[in-house]
């Protein structure tokens, strides 16, 4: 545990401007040499020597800007998810969390004719630090709540219905199959932010609700999840995985389905699904179920040591 909190910390403080240029392959270490150099005769801010002697572009270091201040905001929400999984009362446990209620669990699915695996990969080829308290995740659990709240709701009724009976054509005794379906039929929901349908920069919404308004990354991962798990698909089957878009330099959600060939990225950013192994688009921050949560750190590699002045 303290190795994990360790590298948290470590790359927390040498997120630089710097370090974050060369990490992200926008400048090489000989250029950052270069313009510290130039910055200790020059006494300009680093960004600064960077755009004057055209080290980068200026969209390059705002870019650059986004991701350093990401990854802050990202680092220190992890290291306090970390601190309360570990240190919690052992009372709060997966357990507490509801599972997706019976009314939209379809009689006759194929999951007990679903095979379990021997070997869960590492998402990424990360490495993976595992818990099973998720007292933390109150959006997660909070969205649980709100979905068997809603199923008194006649209202939902309609919604409820169409969904099943989507569903139900898309039962069979392969994970990969149900998954390859499950994500053409979710991803073809409209795309809203958060902040124009609630309001908040944040906002798991429960599955009535996206196919009610539609929503956003993480409400595409989590329809997906109640639709997989409405078909038998076991629960250590299926993780929602909060990633760093490595392209866009921002978080993203995605459903990852631990399916016969493989794990699998169920992604809204994507038509079809993709073997993890397939892409390199995305560095995993942590990833859930309702059994457990898991920190995902990189591989330990020789440290990257760069002076930087900002």
């Not at 004057?52 to 800007?65: E, P, Q």
């Not at 409400?219 to 990633?243: F, H, N, T």
């Not at 699904?273 to 995305?282: D, P």
């Amino acid at each position: 545990m303290a190795g994990f909190f360790g590298y948290l910390q470590t790359r927390l403080n040498r997120n630089r401007l710097g370090e974050v240029l060369v990490y992200s392959g926008l400048i090489s270490a000989s250029d950052l040499k270069r313009a510290l150099e130039l910055q200790k005769t020059e006494r300009l801010p680093l960004g600064k020597i960077l755009l004057k002697h055209k080290f980068l572009s200026a969209f390059s270091l705002r870019r650059a800007l986004f991701e350093q201040a990401t990854f802050r905001i990202l680092a220190a929400s992890v290291t306090v998810l970390l601190a309360f999984s570990f240190f919690a009362p052992k009372s709060a446990r997966a357990a507490q969390i509801k599972d997706i209620p019976s009314q939209i669990t379809l009689a006759g699915s194929f999951g007990s004719a679903i095979e379990p695996l021997n070997y869960y990969p590492n998402l990424f080829g990360s490495e993976e630090k595992r818990s099973t308290n998720l007292r933390p995740f109150t959006k997660w659990a909070g969205m649980f709540d709100r979905l068997d709240a809603a199923m008194d709701n006649p209202a939902n009724q309609p919604i409820l219905n169409e969904w099943k009976q989507e569903l139900a054509g898309f039962r069979s005794a392969s994970v990969y199959a149900m998954a390859q379906k499950v994500n053409q039929y979710v991803n073809q929901y409209q795309y809203v932010t958060d902040e124009k349908l609630w309001g908040k920069s944040d906002y798991w919404a429960t599955p009535i609700e996206f196919f009610t308004r539609g929503g956003d990354c993480e409400d595409y991962a989590i329809a997906k999840y109640a639709s997989l798990r409405a078909l038998g698909v076991p629960e250590e089957r299926l993780r929602l995985a909060i990633v760093h878009d490595k392209q866009k330099n921002v978080p993203h959600a995605v459903l990852i389905v631990y399916s016969e060939r493989g794990a699998m990225v169920l992604d809204n950013q994507e038509k079809t699904m993709k073997a993890t192994t397939s892409t390199n688009r995305y560095r995993p921050i942590f990833s859930i179920n309702r059994d457990a949560w898991w920190l995902h750190t990189q591989p330990t590699t020789p440290d990257l040591r760069v002076a930087s002045a900002e």
